[in-house]
């Protein structure tokens, strides 16, 4: 018998690793996520519709997971750091203030021959990688996606979605500052949709037309952004590690002066090693005062800071940490697959699983599913529980293994005589008995542990 004090939780991320080991593929992950529920194309039964995706009952709980845990160490983990949720849909003159009309543009060339697009940034030789055709000319394309406002779709009513969260912070910059009584430096927090219109999208969900963002604007006096840059990026690793992501497989990448954004002045790259290479997670900028100053000079409303303690005015710098939802969860997942002999495991940080416990009475008879949904009822009010009584029991646990359930709990005979169940460890696959009245304590030290392993 085990208790909350003496229960040896597993962590596998201690494991030894070789990368030569990763059985991971796209293939493989595409696969697992339709078969469990994570993820399926969308407008699936018209033949689908390229680069959009759909979030099935699994994928929409890691999701909510994601969002959950870049909220709370972004603003109830900071003092300095308010959220914000503007609107997708901004006035026009945003985007012509903040450069995009003008600069956020991919050059694009077709193959004559196959007729194929390529991003001219992604190609090496000058003929169609494809086929070896002719390639036209570059030309510039816009990635805005762009709508009407109203009944008249003409150039007055032209609107865009907005293509990245960034710029409904900066236009709230006054309303916040004065109403939250801050002063610098301070951030504000936003997550939301986004939409690019790419030129090349692929590889699942890595890039898509319509992502998450989870963004983070931190407003300082000019001559400390780059110190704060170099804090944020380290804080953003992390917090990749606090969700359970090998460190080994991530790395920064400083942008060179050919990579800057249109607004950057230094920039920094998360990068992961996906199964398609090393490419990046999340964006780390210093912005410079470029947003604010373009919104002063385009709205007429000063966009400046009066520094009490130096007795300074000036247009505030930015320092920017850009995440994308759906990267992040593609991140989680691709870095979680595993395979064992006969199985196949998401070894998921339990923060991020959408299911923490299953619970599966060993037969259907005898009174244990009674006991079992009672071990679920006072389980539920705390975590994700999954309630499971088909089909033999190494079978149901190879379906929670596949879907990163982390801990299991069964109801056998044993439970009739002496009320302890087994507490199963995905990872290490081993079972201990626990008293029912203890199962949320050393479920709960279980995910502590985890999570404080990963740190
Ligand atoms: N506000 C700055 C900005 O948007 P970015 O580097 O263009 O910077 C930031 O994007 C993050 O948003 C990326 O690191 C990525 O995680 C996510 N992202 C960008 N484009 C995406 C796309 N087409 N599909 C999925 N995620 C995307």
């Known amino acids: 018998m085990i208790t909350v004090e003496d229960v040896a939780c597993h962590d596998t991320r201690d494991m030894e690793y070789t990368e030569m080991r990763r059985p991971v593929t796209m293939e493989k992950l595409v696969s697992l ?33 994601v969002k959950e845990a870049w909220w709370k160490a972004m603003t109830r983990d900071h003092d300095d750091i308010d959220g914000l949720d503007a609107s997708i849909l901004m006035h026009p003159a945003v985007w012509r203030a903040s450069g995009h009309v003008d600069g956020f543009t991919d050059e694009m060339v077709d193959c004559k021959k196959c007729k194929e697009r390529f991003k001219l940034e992604d190609l ?24 009407h406002m109203g009944a008249v779709e003409d150039d007055a009513s032209l609107c865009y979605l907005r293509p990245e969260t960034a710029q409904g912070i900066y236009v709230n910059f006054l309303n916040v500052l004065m109403t939250s009584r801050r002063k ?22 890595f890039r898509t037309r319509e992502f998450e963002q989870m963004e983070m604007q931190y407003f300082v006096k000019p001559d400390s952004a780059d110190e704060h840059l170099e804090r944020w990026r380290e804080e953003r690793m992390q917090w990749y590690r606090t969700i359970g992501i090998h460190p080994e497989r991530m790395r920064f990448h400083e942008h060179g002066e050919d990579e800057l954004a249109h607004y ?132 149901r646990y190879r379906r929670q293994d596949e879907a990163g359930t982390p801990y299991g709990v069964t109801v056998d005979s044993q439970t009739l005589k002496d009320e302890t169940v087994t507490l199963r460890d995905r990872d290490s696959m081993k079972q201990e008995r626990v008293k029912i009245d203890e199962l949320e304590d050393v479920i709960e030290k279980c995910v502590r542990d985890w999570s404080a392993g990963g740190s």
């Open 33 to 65: 996520c339709k078969r469990r529920g994570y993820i399926f194309q969308s407008s699936e039964i018209y033949g689908g519709i390229n680069s959009c995706w759909d979030y099935g009952p699994l994928g929409v709980e890691l999701k909510r997971n």
């Open 124 to 147: 090496d030789a000058t003929s169609c990688p494809k086929c070896g055709g002719e390639l036209t000319e570059p030309r510039n394309f816009n990635l805005m996606f762009k709508t």
């Open 184 to 205: 610098l430096p301070f951030g504000i927090a936003q997550i939301g949709k986004a939409f690019r219109n790419e030129i090349t999208p692929g590889n699942f969900i």
């Open 264 to 395: 950057a002045a230094r920039a920094y790259d998360i990068q992961y090693e996906f199964p398609f290479g090393w490419q990046e997670l999340e964006g780390i900028h210093n912005r410079t005062d470029f947003d604010l100053s373009h919104h002063t000079a385009s709205s007429g409303k000063s966009m400046t800071y009066f520094d009490d303690t130096s007795g300074e005015r000036y247009t505030p710098y930015i320092v920017e940490t850009s995440a994308g939802v759906d990267r992040t969860l593609l991140t989680a997942l691709v870095d979680a697959y595993d395979e064992e002999e006969d199985r196949v495991v998401l070894r998921l940080s339990p923060r991020l699983a959408p299911v923490t416990v299953g619970i599966f009475p060993l037969v259907k008879r005898d009174g244990m599913p009674e006991i079992a949904r009672r071990v679920r009822d006072g389980l539920r009010g705390r975590y994700k529980v999954f309630y499971d009584e088909g089909g033999s029991i190494g079978r």
